[in-house]
């Protein structure tokens, strides 16, 4: 049995550590990925630090971008990275181009598809091509949260987000949606992939420095969220356009942080829908975090305000949006992404030596809340 490395969370709060994994031939409709590149994830300090959603020694890993190395039986639209030929169009000279096919996913549900290992085996349908006029580093930091912006607007939210889309403007194009965190990696791609679908009157809150930014891909106004009359600043603001904010984004889902400003401003009817797991403690370098999956107990939210908690692992279910397994990563994003309408995360690659020196450099800049309007990209196979 042919074995391959793989990065694993081995203990609560514990050092990371690489093992030998069992390498799995493709079966029907699967492909074998040689994964090079990764962007970590809160969820991966989540699990390392808090045990959220593991049995050690577990093998991480959300995000992935590789080479197709090997195809199972029934493949339809992913083939063997290959050498092709084409025409230098400047010089008129024939040339010869490695020309690689590259693709990235969100993967999550067992071991054999998880990204931080050097061989991955996959369901082509979580994985679309990386265009040719984006690097594999910056496709990467799309994946698991593009997936969850859909997710949550459509099953959360409630808004249809249709494929293609469509012409008219939709129903609430003009209402009032706050995104409670555009700077982190799921709220700059929910203002994007909002704005492409024509809704206008989206608030959201940040730092400062990114106000531009946020603003420049589809805010209409964003608030500091350190300010303590932030809650009031956008109640005055939305408030202008329509009664109170109906549709409200955590992005953030910190107990203290984004839940309790968020139940000054959520009346009743308005809906609030929190990315788990609601942050009560976060992990530091001295401390365990401290997490709770039951957003309704989590704030004093007022009487009628209708909370829900995102799980973006169940996006693949038919009964929720039966398009979106075909087609959410397969053909949506690379579209999105090759034709400029998402743009990536910044990124900052994580150096070292090894594999388990990157992977453990990445988790301890999570540790650390170094992550402002950025992600931790590192190489998983040279
Ligand atoms: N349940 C699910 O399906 C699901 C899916 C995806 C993500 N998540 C969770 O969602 C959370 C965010 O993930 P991510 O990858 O987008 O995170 P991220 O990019 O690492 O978030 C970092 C950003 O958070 C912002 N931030 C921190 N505290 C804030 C606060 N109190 N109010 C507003 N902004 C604040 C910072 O903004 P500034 O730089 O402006 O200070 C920073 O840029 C994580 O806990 C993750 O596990 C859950």
């Not at 012409?167 to 409670?180: F, G, Q, R, V």
């Amino acid at each position: 049995m042919s074995t391959h490395s793989a990065v694993v969370t081995a203990s609560v709060r514990g050092p990371l550590e690489v093992i030998q994994v069992p390498t799995i031939k493709p079966s029907t409709g699967e492909v074998l990925v040689k994964v090079e590149w990764t962007a970590s994830t809160p969820l991966d300090l989540h699990q390392n630090d808090g045990g959220l959603l593991v049995q050690h020694p577990q093998v991480m890993g959300g995000n992935l971008a590789g080479t197709v190395v090997e195809l199972g039986p029934e493949v339809k639209n992913l083939k063997i990275g290959d050498k092709v030929r084409y025409f230098v169009p400047t010089t008129l000279i024939r040339a010869s181009f490695r020309h690689v096919l590259q693709v990235f996913g969100f993967v999550w549900r067992e071991q054999k598809e998880k990204a931080h290992q050097e061989l991955a085996t996959v369901p082509e349908y979580l994985l679309g091509k990386i265009p040719s006029n984006v690097t594999p580093q910056a496709a990467v930091t799309l994946p698991d949260n593009f997936a969850t912006v859909f997710h949550t607007i459509t099953t959360d939210l409630g808004l249809p987000l249709p494929w293609p889309r469509p012409t008219p403007a939709p129903k609430h194009a003009h209402s009032p949606i706050l995104i409670w965190g555009g700077a982190s990696s799921v709220g700059q791609y929910a203002l994007q992939i909002l704005k492409y679908y024509n809704y206008t009157n989206l608030l959201t809150t940040a730092s400062p420095h990114h106000h531009e930014l946020l603003k420049s891909i589809g805010a209409r106004a964003v608030f500091d969220y350190r300010q303590p009359d932030a809650p009031a600043q956008i109640l005055a603001t939305a408030a202008a356009a329509a009664g109170g904010v109906p549709l409200i984004l955590d992005c953030i889902g910190s107990q203290s942080g984004s839940l309790a400003p968020l139940a000054k401003i959520a009346e009743k009817g308005n809906r609030v829908a929190v990315l788990l797991p609601v942050i009560v403690r976060d992990a530091s370098e001295t401390e365990a975090p401290e997490y709770s999956m039951d957003v309704g107990a989590s704030a004093a939210w007022k009487e009628g305000v209708d909370t829900r908690g995102v799980r973006t692992h169940f996006y693949l279910e038919a009964s929720l949006n039966e398009i979106f397994k075909e087609k959410l990563q397969s053909e949506i994003m690379p579209t999105l992404l090759g034709q400029g309408i998402v743009k990536p995360n910044k990124y900052r690659i994580i150096e070292g030596k090894t594999l388990v020196e990157r992977a453990q450099g990445a988790m301890d800049a999570l540790r650390r809340k170094e992550a402002s309007g950025e992600r931790f990209v590192w190489r998983i196979s040279e």
